[in-house]
């Protein structure tokens, strides 16, 4: 009974999705890039090495038993989690599938797929398989870099599938042990390869649950959009592609691929399919088609933003630490701290680098040691973005007294070499002098010698000449006096 309520939910949820152009799909769209996808595919095919655990390592094959096939399936998991992403194995008899899962707001529990099979032949020699189908499988790795910075009602999953040169392996067992509500899957298998120029790639569909309405989808995005691939029709579909294995289990799914019946890549199969072969208008429109026609079906609503959830600041006798996290980030620069006091307007001491976009919380701090004067501290967040665009935090106040009486800490570091760093404390304004001595007690260098104000102060002290060996610095104001003892190491 839940198949038929699912089914005729979304006959009715495709047929709204072609209502109007929705500018969040066209924004996705429009952010599908070539020069990602190239740089994807280079690293994918094993035209440049990628790291892989800080280990270099050359990607010439992805034969399904190929030991460098499986550093391709890390390679791909990394993809996903360096996007924010949660990505997970699933490792049957033959292989091992990858993906990730993008949560939804609305309908969690129902799911779209975007997917492409990773492995790749000949079974020996050098297999780059750019084509068949680093294309693909990159293409999905584009899906999550880009959709990652939207809000959707319903779940994504960005899937690889192994061993579907052995027949389907992959995404059979998938299809097969899942429990999921799944909506609809777009299978990518083979696009970047036009040798005439003609920008046709067909759709294949199939008259199992709705296939064809999803097809309609994808048409209607193709013209909506203006993606300028001319599609072409094929119902019933293939069945050699990892769509199939869905269909098996009475699952909506579909197919795009280049022109299977006229226009097919001739180096199919062989150490020859490389990226110099790619027509690459051609596989970028391919890939906004697919990321288009997921981004409608399911159903993007928002950007992420770069949000805040905490900022506070706190104040240990020295320092003013300021600490804060964001649930989520969008393209975010970092952050300039500002400072302002009772005297002044506000101004910056400082900044801290943003984690451009991602959908997990991340932590951020910073010290502010210039505190000298009592009096009423405020601290703001001016976060920007990589477009320049910013905005400002909530205003932290502290009101802070630093002068916690006469005090003279640790140098640091300790021991030293050449250089250490000497602070102090005094509770009102007063003269003071801060002097180095050897240990037979003889004055060596005088550090500071003046009228101060009340509150914290550094200086350094610098060795010069000076031979290793214990010393002892002296604090005097208003008749009080502290020593201590640092060590110099040459």
Known sequence: ??????????????????AQINPLVQQAVNNVSIDSLTKFVNELSGEV??????????????????????????????????????????????????YAIQPGSV????????????????SSGLAPGADDNGSGTCAVIEAARVLKDFEFDYTIIYAVWDAEEMGLLGSAYY???????????????????????????????????????????MVMVNTAYSVGIQPSIINPGITASDHASFWNYGYTAILLIENYYGDFNQYYHTSNDLISHYNFPYFEKCSKLCIGTLALMAKVSDIV???????????DNKNVNLKWQTAAELNNYGF???????????????????????????SYSFSDSKINQPGKYAYRLKQMDNNGSFEYSSVVELNINPSNGFVLEQNFPNPFNPETKIRFSLPENSYLKLSVYNVIGEEIAVLAD????????????????????????????????MTKKMLLLE
């Not at 009974?1 to 072609?18: A, E, L, R």
Request: charged share 15%.
């Open 305 to 315: 933003p770069v949000e805040l959830t905490s900022f506070a600041g706190s104040w």
């Open 1 to 18: 009974m839940k198949k038929i309520v699912t089914i005729f939910f979304v006959v009715f949820f495709f047929h709204q999705g072609m």
């Open 49 to 98: 090495p990628v790291y892989i655990n800080g280990q270099p390592v050359t990607l010439t094959t992805r034969y399904y038993s190929s030991t460098i096939n499986d550093k391709a399936a890390d390679y791909i998991k990394a993809k996903f989690e360096s996007y924010g992403l949660q990505a997970f194995d699933q490792a049957f008899s033959s292989g091992r599938n990858v």
């Open 450 to 481: 003046g009228y101060y104000e009340a509150g914290y102060h550094e200086v350094n002290f610098k060795s010069i000449n000076f031979p290793s060996g214990v010393y002892l610095y002296k604090l005097q104001s208003n008749g009080s006096v």
């Open 175 to 217: 299809a097969a042990n899942t429990n999921l509500d799944i909506l609809g899957v777009i299978n990518m298998d083979m696009i970047a390869w036009d040798s005439n120029n003609d920008n046709l790639a067909e759709i294949h569909t199939k008259n199992i649950a709705n296939s064809v309405a999803l097809k309609d989808s």
């Open 336 to 362: 300039e701290i500002q400072k302002k006091t009772e005297n002044s307007a506000w101004y910056s001491i400082g900044f801290v680098e943003g984690n451009g976009t991602k959908q997990s919380p991340s």
């Open 107 to 122: 309908h969690p529990d129902q799911y779209f797929i975007i997917c492409a099979h990773y492995d790749d032949m000949p």
